[in-house]
Each structure stands twice: as C-alpha cells, then as structure tokens.
C-alpha cells in the first residue's frame, strides 16, 4: 500500500506506508545467495498470484525505494505535449520524425524532449523507447531537433564547458538507428537523460531541484538520479500512450549501462511497458549485488565513483551485500509476467554477465506464480551463440561495452517474438 503526499509548489511523492517499519541497514538480517522474490519480508511464502500482487510486490517495490533508488515519484496530474516538427518523409521516406516538448510541472520545472520516429504505412506501431546519453541531436543531422540547454559531461560529442552545441548533430547515428528501426517495422522514442536529472552529484539541479528538501538530516531515502530517470521513462510513456501512431500496448523500453538500470526500474515500476530490455546494466541494474567475481563491479564501488546514483541507504551496504532484503533478481520479478531481456558483451566483464545470468534464473519463481517459465535455457550461452528468446531472454556477443545496431538487431528479434 502507499499514499500520495501531495506538497504544494513541489512534486508529490510516493510513501511506502510500511518504510517506518523497515529496520536500519545494521539491523537487518544476512542472506546468503540471491533472495527468492516469493518470500515474503516477514518470511512467509508467496503462493498464488493475488498474494504475489497485493502483499508481496508493493512491500518489494518499498523495499527497492526505502533501501536503494529512492522514493519513486509521483504520476504529475497533466502530461501535456507541444509539437515542435513533423517529418513524414523523413529516414530516405521510411518514417516520419517529429520532435515533441513535454511538460508535467509549472513552467519553471525542466521540460523534456522527445524525438519519435515512426514507420510509414505501419500504425499503429509497436515502440521502443528510452533514455539516451548526449541529446536527441546526437542521432540525426538534422538542425530542427532541440539542442539541450541543460549541463552535459564534458567529453561527449560537440560538448564545450558542459553545454551541447550544434558541432555534435548527428555524431552518433548508430546508437538509436533509427532508419533501421523503421524499416522493421518498430517505432523509436528517446530523450536526453539530462532533460529530467543531469548525471552530476552535489548539484541540486533538474528535477531533484522541485524536491523541498526537509529540515534537519537528509533524508536517506530521497529520490536519487536513476530513480528520476526511470520516471522520466515513465512520462514519455504518458505521452505515447496517446499518440495514435503508437500501439500502447506494446512499448518496450531499453537502455545501455546507466541508462539500462535505468531501463529496467522503469519497467518493474510500470505495467504498462510491455517489454524490458536493460542492455550491459551491471551493478545496480541487471547485476548481483552479492557476488564475488573480482572483475565485476562491487556496490562499495559504484556508490563511491557514483553516490548520486543510490539513495543514501544503499551505501551502508557497500561491505554488507548480505543484508539487502532483495537482490536484482527482485526487480526482475516485478516485471513479472511480461517479457525481459538482458543482453550483454563478452569484453565487458565490469557488468558481470555470468552474474546477469543467475539474476534472470533466481527471478524464475515469480513467473511460475503466473504459470509461466522464466529462463528456459542453462547454462549461459557462448558470444555469438543464439539469442535465448524464453519470457526472460538472455544474448552475449563479442566485444566492449557499447550500444550499436547489433544489439537492436537483436532486441528487434525478441520484439517480434513477445510484441507481434
């Protein structure tokens, strides 16, 4: 259960009622191995799905807010879209492109921008959608498509004293392909991640800056940045759902690294996403908290290169994985019963795909709630070996840690498996 606080001049948020109830960090139990999902906080077993919906996935999602990504905002009360071009022979006459500027807030609240592409001939359309690093400019050379005013890392495309400018247009086409993605048949929404929360700490700017914080000590649960990207995902979502070109009911979100933490958040605390695809997320998104593998990332150290990524409670577990009352396979099974796939590169050791892997399988359970299998192959598959398209998918290829047509290839290949 939760209630809505509805604080004037600022965002309402979410409230797990059952927070107060949840113990210290310090205080909580150890458990060894990736928790199983359909047990319950109190220890009780989960066994049908009306349990599983009405007891166990609001206290998990609780349970992820209280302890690490924060309070899950508010839907904002009106989502409204202002069109800032159309293209109907855009992508050599495969799409049609368009730009729309969203505002969910006053007017001195950060809009977002989001560039859709839609196939001619093919509406409504199944879409994919999702954040992207550098700016909706990034992917096409087109001058019409909003330049972000908003702070931006220093080494991206074209960026000069953390500010986009037009030198970056186009300067990374094959990270959303969008004429590829058309020309399957799919619709392809994203936005700069940047829009809703810069990916900078110690800086109260973007969304986090409607937030009043309280008096006195920090709250250790406040929303922190990946929680307000996946709720940007979630406005975006707000938006499409009304576009008659889009098919609303088939919308899958994805994202790389960051951005697929991001992706997969989005989805388990949305169930309108039809499909899931958290692509190389790694510690805090599709990988084990608990583990020991030297070469994939620990929380001790994601927490300290990225402090703003985690609510403050997530960083007493950096030396006590044990503790946390969920593991990733948690989240996993909050999307449960609707498709997940997580795909991954052999090179990119950092995100632990053999982690990835036992995360997707320990997720299972709550599936089987549903009458549904989860992971239906063992053991982890090859690079280059044939993508696993069960509900809860799996692919590893060759390579470093990156977002390139390949990978679309592939999530295009489970798309058509779950969304056609």
């Known amino acids: 259960m939760r209630t809505a606080l509805a604080l004037l001049g600022v965002l309402a948020v979410i409230v797990p009622t059952s927070a107060a109830d949840f113990p210290p960090p310090a205080k909580l139990p150890a458990h060894e191995g990736l928790p199983n999902p359909t047990v319950a906080f109190d220890g009780s077993k989960i066994e049908t799905v009306r349990e599983w919906e009405s007891k166990r996935r609001p206290e998990l999602k609780a349970l992820f807010e209280h302890y690490m990504y924060g309070r899950f905002p508010a839907k904002p009360e009106t989502v409204t879209a202002k069109l800032l071009f159309e293209d109907a022979k855009a992508l050599d006459g495969k799409g049609t492109l368009r730009e729309v500027e969203l505002t969910f807030g006053p007017p001195e609240w950060p809009k977002m921008y989001l560039l859709l592409a839609v196939p001619n001939g093919k509406t409504p359309a199944s879409c ?14 087109d001058e019409r498509i909003h330049l972000p005013t908003s702070w931006m890392p220093a080494n991206g495309p074209g960026v000069k004293e953390n500010k986009a400018t037009a030198a970056g247009r186009g300067k990374s086409p094959t990270v959303w392909p969008m004429k590829q993605i058309v020309e399957r048949g799919y619709a392809v929404a994203t936005f700069y991640c940047g829009d809703i929360q810069p990916d900078r700490p ?29 709720w940007g995902c979630h406005r975006a979502v707000d938006y499409l759902v009304t576009d008659k070109s889009i098919d609303g009911k088939r919308i899958a979100v994805c994202g790389h690294s ?100 036992q995360v997707l399988e320990a997720a299972g359970p709550a599936y089987k709630l549903y009458g549904h299998d989860g992971l239906a192959k063992s053991p982890m598959p090859k690079p280059g070996d044939p993508l696993i398209d069960s509900r809860l998918g799996y692919w590893i290829r060759s390579g470093p840690h990156s977002m390139n047509p390949d990978d679309w290839a592939i999530w295009m290949n489970f798309a058509d498996r779950w969304l056609k």
Do not use: Y
């Not at 110690?202 to 996946?230: F, H, K, L, S, Y």
């Open 128 to 141: 994919f959608v999702g954040p992207n690093f550098g700016g909706n400019h990034l992917v096409l050379a």
């Open 202 to 230: 110690a800086v109260r700017e973007g969304m986090r800056a409607t937030i009043v914080p309280p008096a006195g000590a920090p709250n250790p649960a406040e929303t922190a940045t990946i929680a307000w990207w996946a």
């Open 258 to 357: 960051r951005l697929g933490k991001t992706a997969l958040l989005a989805g388990a605390f949305d169930d309108r996403i039809a499909l899931v695809i958290p692509h190389q997320a790694g510690c805090g998104g599709t990988g084990p908290s608990r583990h020991s593998d030297p070469k994939a990332e620990p929380v001790a150290r994601i927490n300290k290169a990225f402090p703003h990524w985690f609510c403050d409670n997530f960083k007493a577990f950096g030396d006590a994985t044990t503790k946390l009352p969920f593991d990733q396979n948690g989240l996993v099974a909050l999307c449960a019963p609707r498709p997940v796939l997580f795909t991954n590169a052999s090179d990119d050791l950092w995100a632990n795909p053999s982690g990835q892997f």
